[in-house]
Nanobody
């Protein structure tokens, strides 16, 4: 059973930083792409950042220049470094991944990020 486990959420003041981590288990296949989504109260889930094999990345416009997604040295790990956090970044952040050739996509349980002033 494939599972994604996130960690690293928490509370931070505007301008602060947090680093989210996601580790997959239950598969020996390389997951591609891996990414982060977020969902704020009353809003739809949205893509924050995604990384594909070869290091290609894409980001939501609202986080460009502030957030950095990267894959870890261990297979099927992904990180999201979040700097210059804003109140509007407050949301539950979800790790997302696919296995090439599989129709199913996988989600973590979510980790809360709260930016308070």
């Amino acid at each position: 059973q494939v599972q994604l486990v996130e960690s690293g959420g928490g509370w931070v003041q505007p301008g602060g930083s947090l680093r989210l981590s996601c580790e997959a288990s239950g598969t020996v296949a390389e997951m591609n792409p891996m990414g982060w989504y977020r969902q704020a109260p009353g809003k739809q889930r949205e893509l924050v950042a995604r990384v594909r094999s070869g290091g290609r990345t894409n980001y939501a416009e609202s986080v460009k220049g502030r957030f950095t997604i990267s894959r870890g040295n261990l297979m099927n790990t992904v990180y999201l470094q979040m700097n210059s956090l804003k109140v509007e970044d407050t949301a539950v952040y979800y790790c997302n991944a696919r296995i090439p050739g599989w129709a199913e996509e996988f989600w973590g349980q979510g980790t809360q990020v709260t930016v308070y002033s």
